[in-house]
């Protein structure tokens, strides 16, 4: 194991023992614990300013927040529609996230640390370190329920403004901003062996994060009345990419070349140091695992997320032109759809020669509809010993933030800003796409807007670059807990009410080979055939089930099209869910903090 990543896990663990005996004897936020370890004693040494920062660290989403991040996007078709999304499922009731812990415990340092016993440069580092934190946990209040209390100081429990109501976004914002420049212009560390802490170069590629998603958010919400202020937040966007890409010395990883560069960064036990800036690290040796292989392998421990082919479609072909540009891609099988594309396909979904090891012996495995619903069934996050499908034995890192996120987000935002030029176009969506195996259209920008993506993803959007940014965004990041924060900034989401649809199935009763091994894998039945094939999965598509109830399992034409999966239930977009509804227990607490609209 990692020498320094043991000292650095040890060190977090040590903060769990420390300080939860320290906060646990305040009853008012501003008055010292009574515990072992005193006030002065943490805020007059650097000791303890590194101990209490590593409690920061748990606003981070865990390993297995991130991946299963997508688990509600429009591309991803599940066991059951998510109640969000299913008119009367949810509400105040269902709603959560209302929680200001972490909060509070980072107001405390930063209320604190101030002892002139320490140096300057010290305490602004851990200062920086602390600020953040707030914007992270901020931001991600701010894109779950808008208007939100800005707290900068640590409130005693009976304070009166604990029971204030909510201050407007932009107030909120500017707070975030404020912090994430501090944290930027503060933060001393440059460089983490482990990626998994916090450095001057992650604040910066944070930074880029939320001022896209901010500049996007007002550019296309116009009901927010924020509007103006849209460039702003989109050059400091781009200020902050540049930053990274100019500074930080990351790039994108291709070691493995095109066939195995992509995955490696997601199956990879150690970062991939080259492009990995933070990550929920493992260690078998501490026991830190994460349940990747169960949740995306199990017929009922996950949602059985798999990808829909409206999305699959947008894979573009090795020479760079769209997939549906293809005469007859509409009804090709799923063995031919898969070939001669972007290599990011084949290490995203199983296709192909794709094997996995059961017992040291690599074995082919097909889509397995045990599992998926569509026929695209995920490998990204799972590693591909079988050994690892049951419970939470997942030795893989998992990236929170890598340098590919920060290209796109500086493409982004110069397309929207009409900066974007055939260089920055080179350096970001070529580069990424040149790693992925493409080989045309690299060097310049597009000219003529794709009418797939228009049709069925952004009608509003002539701008062919932009288009394809988005392209670009949706299959470099899959799967990987951006895209429904892409859809709500957009304002596109009539997207959730898409068809859950699978690969082409040409009749029934006619067993396909899946990855062309020369082994029937699985055939679709109204009736089943008196003599079913051996080593056949055979799935219903039948109007009703035994019992009389809707099959959720059909074709798109009856007898053969495409698989559909759920399309009895509803799912109907309304304005209101762009914003969560403030939960009802905390505004029974709190009458002042009022309700979104709609809710």
């Given at each position: 194991?990692?020498?320094?990543?043991?000292?650095?896990?040890?060190?977090?663990?040590?903060?769990?023992?420390?300080?939860?005996?320290?906060?646990?004897?305040?009853?008012?936020?501003?008055?010292?614990?009574?515990?072992?370890?005193?006030?002065?004693?943490?805020?007059?040494?650097?000791?303890?300013?590194?101990?209490?920062?590593?409690?920061?660290?748990?606003?981070?989403?865990?390993?297995?927040?991130?991946?299963?991040?997508?688990?509600?996007?429009?591309?991803?078709?599940?066991?059951?529609?998510?109640?969000?999304?299913?008119?009367?499922?949810?509400?105040?009731?269902?709603?959560?996230?209302?929680d200001w812990g972490e909060l509070r415990n980072i107001n405390y340092f930063i209320a604190n640390n101030n002892d002139p016993a320490l140096s300057p440069a010290v305490?602004?580092?851990?200062?920086?370190?602390?600020?953040?934190?707030?914007?992270?946990?901020?931001?991600?209040?701010?894109?779950?329920?808008?208007?939100?209390?800005?707290?900068?100081?640590?409130?005693?429990?009976?304070?009166?403004?604990?029971?204030?109501?909510?201050?407007?976004?932009?107030?909120?914002?500017?707070?975030?901003?404020?912090?994430?420049?501090y944290a930027c212009e503060n933060i001393a560390t440059t460089d983490d062996d482990t990626r998994s802490l916090v450095t001057k170069y992650v604040a910066y590629a944070f930074k880029s994060r939320v001022c896209l998603y901010e500049g996007t958010f007002r550019k296309y919400h116009t009901d927010q009345q924020l509007g103006s202020s849209a460039d702003a937040w989109l050059q400091e966007a781009v200020a902050a990419s540049e930053k990274v890409m100019q500074e930080s010395g990351f790039s994108l990883n291709t070691a493995g070349g095109a066939e195995n560069a992509y995955r490696q960064l997601f199956t990879s036990q150690t970062p991939v140091a080259s492009e990995v800036m933070l990550a929920a690290v493992v260690d078998p040796a501490l026991s830190v695992f994460n349940d990747a292989n169960w949740w995306w392998t199990s017929s009922t421990y996950g949602a059985r997320v798999s990808l829909i082919r409206t999305f699959v479609n947008?894979?573009?072909?090795?020479?760079?032109?769209?997939?549906?540009?293809?005469?007859?891609?509409?009804?090709?099988?799923?063995?031919?759809?898969?070939?001669?594309?972007?290599?990011?396909?084949?290490?995203?979904?199983?296709?192909?020669?794709?094997?996995?090891?059961?017992?040291?012996?690599?074995?082919?495995?097909?889509?397995?509809?045990?599992?998926?619903?569509?026929?695209?069934?995920?490998?990204?996050?799972?590693?591909?010993?079988?050994?690892?499908?049951g419970g939470s034995r997942n030795t893989n890192s998992i990236p929170i933030i890598r340098f590919a996120e920060v290209l796109l987000n500086y493409a982004e935002a110069k397309a929207e800003?009409?900066?974007?030029?055939?260089?920055?176009?080179?350096?970001?969506?070529?580069?990424?796409?040149?790693?992925?195996?493409?080989?045309?259209?690299?060097?310049?920008?597009?000219?003529?807007?794709?009418?797939?993506?228009?049709?069925?993803?952004?009608?509003?959007?002539?701008?062919?670059?932009?288009?394809?940014?988005?392209?670009?965004?949706?299959?470099?990041?899959?799967?990987?807990?951006?895209?429904?924060?892409?859809?709500?900034?957009?304002?596109?989401?009539?997207?959730?009410?898409?068809?859950?649809?699978?690969?082409?199935?040409?009749?029934?009763?006619?067993?396909?080979?899946?990855?062309?091994?020369?082994?029937?894998?699985?055939?679709?039945y109204k009736t089943m055939p008196a003599n079913p094939l051996p080593g056949v999965t055979y799935v219903n598509v039948s109007e009703t089930l035994s019992g009389g109830s809707p099959n959720p399992q059909r074709l798109s034409e009856d007898t053969h099209g495409e698989l559909t999966w759920l399309a009895n239930i509803p799912r109907v977009w309304d304005d209101k869910y762009y914003l969560y509804p403030i939960p009802e227990r905390d505004r029974l607490l709190n009458p002042e903090l009022g309700q979104n609209p709609g809710w």
């Open positions: 194991m990692n020498k320094f990543l043991y000292t650095i896990m040890k060190k977090r663990l040590m903060w769990l023992v420390l300080f939860s005996t320290f906060l646990a004897g305040c009853e008012k936020l501003d008055q010292a614990p009574v515990a072992t370890a005193t006030k002065e004693a943490v805020f007059s040494s650097e000791r303890g300013l590194e101990l209490y920062a590593n409690s920061f660290y748990n606003v981070l989403p865990s390993a297995n927040d991130v991946h299963r991040g997508d688990a509600m996007a429009d591309y991803s078709a599940r066991t059951q529609v998510p109640d969000f999304l299913r008119p009367g499922a949810f509400g105040p009731r269902e709603s959560s996230g209302w305490r602004s580092h851990y200062m920086g370190l602390a600020r953040f934190f707030r914007a992270w946990f901020y931001f991600d209040k701010v894109k779950r329920f808008g208007d939100v209390p800005w707290i900068s100081k640590p409130m005693a429990v009976d304070d009166p403004e604990l029971y204030n109501g909510r201050d407007p976004r932009a107030l909120v914002m500017d707070s975030v901003l404020a912090d994430l420049n947008t894979y573009l072909k090795e020479d760079g032109t769209p997939f549906t540009d293809t005469p007859g891609h509409e009804t090709m099988l799923f063995s031919e759809e898969v070939e001669g594309r972007d290599a990011r396909l084949a290490q995203t979904i199983r296709t192909g020669d794709y094997k996995r090891i059961n017992g040291g012996t690599p074995v082919p495995a097909p889509p397995v509809f045990s599992y998926t619903y569509t026929g695209y069934q995920p490998i990204k996050w799972t590693l591909d010993d079988t050994y690892f499908d800003l009409g900066t974007f030029t055939d260089e920055d176009w080179a350096m970001t969506i070529g580069a990424l796409r040149q790693r992925a195996g493409i080989t045309g259209g690299l060097e310049t920008k597009p000219q003529v807007a794709d009418p797939y993506l228009q049709a069925n993803y952004f009608p509003n959007i002539s701008d062919p670059a932009l288009l394809e940014v988005r392209r670009e965004r949706g299959i470099e990041l899959a799967l990987e807990g951006f895209r429904f924060d892409d859809i709500v900034r957009w304002e596109r989401g009539e997207l959730m009410e898409m068809v859950w649809n699978g690969f082409y199935v040409p009749g029934l009763n006619q067993p396909l080979d899946l990855n062309e091994d020369g082994v029937l894998d699985v055939s679709f």
